[in-house]
């Protein structure tokens, strides 16, 4: 059974970094686009990063901080995270698309201090 796992969050001051990743696991397929998610308690779901064939889009809060990556074989994502900020304290998770699913992480928590 495939299922998606995050890992690599922690506790970080302001200004450190961290590089958590996503994998796909138990799939002989690789994915086909990739997309990071965050959720800070008591707020909605927003989008990060993503990155696919077409290319690489970021939110604008993250534009020149973040960095999302991949492994060649596509069943390992990346998200290289600069300059962090408090604001960006909030659970990440990843969302991959394989074979026309959508398969989605517990996510991995990043809590930011100031």
């Known amino acids: 059974q495939v299922h998606v796992m995050e890992s690599g969050g922690g506790l970080v001051q302001a200004g450190g970094s961290l590089r958590p990743s996503c994998r796909a696991h138990?799939?002989?397929?690789?994915?086909?686009?990739v997309a990071w998610y965050r959720q800070a308690p008591g707020k909605e779901r927003e989008f990060v990063a993503s990155?696919?064939?077409?290319?690489?889009t970021y939110a604008d809060s993250v534009k020149g901080r973040f960095t999302i990556s991949r492994e060649h074989d596509w069943k390992t994502v990346y998200l290289q995270m600069n300059n962090l900020k408090p604001e960006d304290t909030a659970n990440y998770s990843c969302?991959?698309?394989?074979?026309?699913?959508?398969?989605w992480g517990q996510g991995t928590q990043v809590t930011v201090s100031s």
């Open positions: 969302k991959m698309v394989i074979r026309g699913a959508e398969l």
């Open positions: 138990g799939s002989i397929w690789s994915a086909v686009a």
């Open positions: 990155i696919t064939n077409g290319g690489i």
